[in-house]
């Protein structure tokens, strides 16, 4: 059970970041915080994987007064997602063309869905980014819906001051991923063998 688990969160965290690649290649907008990590990016120095690294590991910081406590699947988004950007936009070319750049819009939307699915489903732990939003949420007192749509509208406006791209992108994926992850999540989510992992 947990190497399946450990497979699923391996692939899924790298489709995940092969997905963004796909997003950032396309350049019609990213979701918000890609748009952060764009406009991170040059003032750091840094590549755009290894500053989804770094923003990654320090949103974790904030989990101390959270009180939230990280798993295995926590860490490793740290790392692999921001890896698997890099590697991915140094194999995928610059499209040319609306239609080309739409259609790896399109790709990176569905795939990031199916991905986020696939690792959240593994059960291993939430990423560094949710479990901030969940984190407030126990310490506001305030539902999901709000606390989720805060961070990203601050994320997102943070981004775009620094120069992140904001574009069609941005709105198609803020109006589907919700959707998509919905129907991939029961699709992939490994449920505990009775007895063997404690509720």
Known sequence: MMHRRLFQLFWGLGLYGFSMALMLRAGL??????????????????????????????????????????????????????????????????????????????AGIVLNGIAGGAYIGAGLGPGPRDGLMTGFCRWTGLPVKWVRTGIEIAVLAAGWALGGTVGIGTLLYAVTIGWIVHHALPFFTIAPRAGLIPR
């Not at 500053?51 to 007064?65: E, H, I, Q």
């Open 29 to 106: 907008g990213l979701d918000p915080w890609d748009v952060l990590h764009q406009g991170l990016s040059p003032r750091l120095g840094l590549s755009f994987g290894m500053t989804v690294n770094l923003v990654g590991a320090l949103v974790l910081l904030l989990w101390w007064p959270l009180r939230q406590k990280p798993g295995i699947g926590t860490v490793c988004n740290i790392v692999v997602i921001g890896t698997a950007v890099d590697i991915g936009l140094m194999l995928l070319p610059t499209p040319e063309g609306h239609a080309v750049r739409f259609g790896w819009l399109a």
